[in-house]
C-alpha cells in the first residue's frame, strides 16, 4: 500500500516536472464514466502543458546550463594540459551563449534569462581567479560578462519574435487550408440550387402543371432559394476570414452576448425547442469577430435542430477555463460513431444517416472550424454519456483584457441632462 | 387599421419592387413607388409617406444622399432594404439618418415587423416618453421614479445603466448603433468607447434578463448595435 502511494507521488513528481498532466487515454475515460465536467480533460491536458511549461523551460535550463559547464570544463582540462596548464574560460564563453541560444528557441526569453544570470555566477565561480569562489569581477570580466549576457539577451528577442511568427504562420496557413477547401467545394455547390431553381421556375412558368405539382414545385423554389442563401452567406463569411481580416479588439466582446444574437436570429427555426442556456456573469470579456462567432454558433444550433427529433433539447453553456472561454453546444441525439469525433469537421462529411432534404451541404463545422481556428482556439466534438454529442470550442482570453474598473469611474459622475 | 398607411418604396430592381409592392398590397398598405434617387425624394416631399422603404445602390444617386436629401424636410421614417450586408454598411446607414435597416433577401414577415416598429413611433414621438410608465412585456419603467421592474420587481440599476435602458426602450423596437448609444449615454468624447458599452451592456442584461445568453428583450445585433426587443 505505502509502495504505491509512494509510486504514484513519484509518478505525480516526475509528469510535473516534466510539464505533462496526468489524464487518462480517450478510451479509459470513456470506460470510467467521468462526470461530464471531467470530460474537458482532453482540453485541460493542453492547456495544462503550457502552464506547467514555464516550470519546465527553468528546469531545462538548468539541465543545459549543468551540461554546459561540464562540457566547457572538460574542454578547458585538455586545453590546459597541452598548453599552459591553467584553466581556459574560452569554451565556457563558447558553449554556454551556445545553450543560451538553445534554451531561448524551446522555452522562450524567461529561463534564457534565468540561464544567462546562472552562467555568470558559474563563470564567476570557476573561471575568474580565485577559482571556486564568489568574487566581485574586474573591469575586463565584467565587460566579459557583459557581452555575453547582452548576446544572450538579443538572441532571446529574436528567437523569441520568431517563434511568434512561425506560431502565426502556421495558424494562418491551417486557415488558409480549410478556406481553400471551402471555395473550392462552395463554388461548385452554388450550382445545385441554382439548377434546381431554374428547373422548377422555367416548369411553373412554362408548363401545364395541376395545383399539386404547381405547389411541389413552389416548395422546390422556395426551399432552394433559402439554401443558395445560406451558401452565400457562408461565402461572405469566408471572404471576412482572408488573411488576418479578423475585426477583433482586445476585450470587447461578451460571449453571452453573441449567443444571445445567434438564438434571435434561429428562433424561428428553433420553434418549439427548449433552449438552456448557462453563462455565469464572471466569464470574462474577450476579444473575437462577432459576426463571425455568431456563425460558429448558428451552424452548431442548426446542426443540433438537423440532427436531432424536433422537441429534443439544446443546452448551451459558456465557462471560463484556463485562459481560454469554452463554449459548449450540447444536445440529446444519436451522436456521432465512436472514432468519427474528429471526421466531422471534414468537407461534405454528412453523418452515417444524412438527415431530411434540409439543405445541409456539410459545409456548416468545416466553416466553424476555419473561424475558430482563424481565433487561435480550438474546437471539437465529444459524445455524451447518456447519448447526445457536445461539440465545444475555445477562444483564447488576452491577457490585457479590459476591465469594468475602469467605467465604475464615469458611472460614479454625475448624471448627465 | 382605421387608414391604411402609405408606404414609398424607392427600388430600381423591378423584380424586387414588384414583390416589395405585392407584399406591401396585400397587408392592406397604399403603395408609391419609385425606381431612382432624383424621384424618390420628390414623391417623398410631395407625397408624404409614413414611411419610406429605401434600396441603396440605386442608378442615380447613392443611398446615403437619398436619406440626407430626404431628411432635409422630413422626419418621415426611413427603412434601408438593401443588399449590401455588412455592419459597416449597416452602421453607416443608420448613423446617416435611417430608423431601421434590413437585409436582402428580406423575409415577407421580417420587413412587415420592422415597417410596423416604423409606424408605431411615427405614433408616439420620441420626445413625450420621458414622463410617465412604459411597459414592454413584464418590463417596466417609470421615467417619474426613476424605476425599473421586471415580473412586478424592482431592479436596482445604476445611473449609467438607467440611462442606457431608457435610451434603448424610448426608441423600441430599432436597432440603435454603437455610436449613437455611447454618444446619448456618455458623450461625444465616448463615441468609440465600445468596451464601455460593453461592460454596462452586459450588466444590464445580468440584470434584466432570466436567462442572459437567451435574452427577451436586451438583442445585440453583432457589429452593429443593440435593440430593445417588442414582445410579440
Known amino acids: 500500500m505505502r509502495n504505491l502511494a509512494v509510486c504514484v507521488f513519484r509518478q505525480r513528481l516526475v509528469a510535473r516536472i516534466l510539464g505533462v498532466n496526468i489524464v487518462p487515454s480517450s478510451r479509459n475515460r470513456q470506460e470510467t464514466r467521468a462526470p461530464p465536467r471531467a470530460q474537458t480533460l482532453g482540453f485541460e491536458r493542453r492547456g495544462g502543458t503550457r502552464r506547467f511549461g514555464i516550470l519546465r523551460g527553468y528546469w531545462t535550463a538548468l539541465c543545459v546550463s549543468a551540461l554546459c559547464t561540464f562540457v566547457s570544463i572538460a574542454l578547458s582540462l585538455l586545453s590546459a594540459t597541452a598548453a599552459t596548464g591553467k584553466l581556459q574560460n574560452w569554451p565556457f564563453a563558447m558553449t554556454f551563449p551556445l545553450g543560451i541560444l538553445f534554451i531561448t528557441i524551446r522555452c522562450g526569453v524567461g529561463p534564457a534569462i534565468f540561464m544567462a544570470a546562472i552562467g555568470v555566477l558559474i563563470f564567476d565561480f570557476i573561471f575568474i581567479p580565485p577559482a571556486l569562489e564568489f568574487t566581485m569581477p574586474s573591469v575586463r570580466d565584467d565587460l566579459k560578462l557583459g557581452v555575453m549576457l547582452s548576446v544572450a539577451a538579443i538572441a532571446s528577442v529574436l528567437a523569441e519574435r520568431l517563434r511568434q511568427q512561425l506560431e502565426l504562420a502556421r ?66 463569411k469566408l471572404t471576412r476570414l482572408e488573411s488576418g481580416g479578423l475585426n477583433t479588439k482586445p476585450g470587447t466582446q461578451a460571449i453571452d452576448e453573441t449567443i444571445g444574437a445567434a438564438l434571435c436570429h434561429l428562433e424561428r427555426q428553433l420553434g418549439v425547442r427548449a433552449i438552456r442556456t448557462h453563462a455565469p ?99 471539437w466534438l465529444e459524445n455524451r454519456p447518456g447519448g447526445g454529442a457536445i461539440v465545444r470550442f475555445a477562444l483564447p482570453v488576452e491577457k490585457s483584457a479590459s476591465t469594468p474598473e475602469m467605467s465604475h469611474a464615469l458611472d460614479a459622475g454625475a448624471p448627465r441632462a | 387599421m382605421s387608414e391604411p398607411a402609405t408606404i414609398l418604396v424607392i427600388e430600381d430592381d423591378p423584380h424586387a419592387r414588384t414583390l416589395l409592392l405585392f407584399t406591401l398590397r396585400q397587408q392592406g ?189 436586451l438583442i445585440n445585433e453583432a457589429g452593429v448595435g443593440y435593440r430593445l426587443r417588442l414582445p410579440e
Request: with cysteine; charged share 25%; aromatic share 4%.
Open chain 1, 171 to 236: 495558424r494562418q496557413a491551417e486557415v488558409e487550408r480549410l478556406r481553400n477547401a471551402l471555395l473550392i467545394g462552395l463554388s461548385h455547390d452554388l450550382r445545385t440550387p441554382l439548377t434546381a431553381l431554374v428547373g422548377a421556375g422555367t416548369a411553373l412558368h412554362e408548363s401545364d402543371l395541376d395545383p399539386a405539382q404547381r405547389r411541389e414545385f413552389s416548395r422546390i423554389v422556395a426551399a432552394e432559394a433559402s439554401r443558395l442563401d445560406r451558401l452565400v452567406g457562408h461565402l461572405l
Open chain 2, 29 to 217: 398598405y397604399h403603395c408609391l413607388h419609385a425606381s431612382n434617387g432624383a424621384d424618390g425624394i420628390a414623391a417623398a416631399i410631395k407625397h408624404e409617406p409614413s414611411v419610406v422603404l429605401l434600396d441603396l445602390g440605386l442608378p442615380d444617386l447613392e443611398g446615403g444622399e437619398v436619406m440626407r436629401r430626404i431628411r432635409e424636410s422630413s422626419r418621415v421614417p426611413i427603412i434601408v432594404v438593401s443588399a449590401r450586408g455588412q455592419e459597416e454598411d449597416k452602421v453607416a446607414a443608420l448613423d446617416q439618418g435611417a430608423n431601421d435597416y434590413v437585409t436582402k433577401p428580406v423575409a415577407a414577415r421580417e420587413l412587415l415587423a420592422r415597417i410596423r416598429v416604423a409606424l408605431r413611433s411615427v405614433q408616439t414621438p420620441e420626445a413625450s416618453a420621458d414622463t410617465g410608465i412604459l411597459t414592454l412585456g413584464d418590463l417596466a419603467m417609470d421615467f417619474d421614479l426613476r424605476r425599473v421592474t421586471v415580473a412586478g420587481i424592482e431592479i436596482h440599476l445604476t445611473p449609467t445603466e438607467y440611462r442606457l435602458l431608457s435610451v434603448l426602450i424610448r426608441s423600441a423596437g430599432r436597432v440603435i448603433t454603437s455610436r449613437q448609444l455611447l454618444r446619448e449615454v456618455w458623450g461625444t468624447p465616448y463615441e468609440e468607447q465600445t468596451g464601455y458599452l460593453r461592460v454596462y451592456m452586459k450588466k444590464l442584461r445580468y440584470k434584466i434578463e432570466r436567462e442572459p445568453a437567451n435574452p427577451k428583450y
Open chain 1, 281 to 379: 456573469e464572471e466569464v470574462p470579456l474577450t476579444s473575437f469577430d462577432p459576426v463571425l462567432i455568431e456563425q460558429v454558433i448558428v451552424n452548431l444550433v442548426e446542426n443540433v435542430i438537423r440532427h436531432t427529433p424536433e422537441g429534443s433539447p439544446v443546452e448551451i453553456s459558456v465557462f471560463a477555463q484556463h485562459d481560454h472561454v469554452v463554449v459548449e453546444v450540447a444536445d440529446r441525439g444519436p451522436g456521432v460513431p465512436p472514432g468519427e469525433e474528429e471526421r466531422v469537421f471534414e468537407r461534405h462529411y454528412r453523418g452515417p444517416s444524412p438527415p431530411r432534404d434540409d439543405g445541409g451541404m456539410g459545409l456548416g463545422l468545416t466553416l466553424c472550424r476555419a473561424i475558430v481556428a482563424a481565433h487561435g482556439g480550438r474546437i
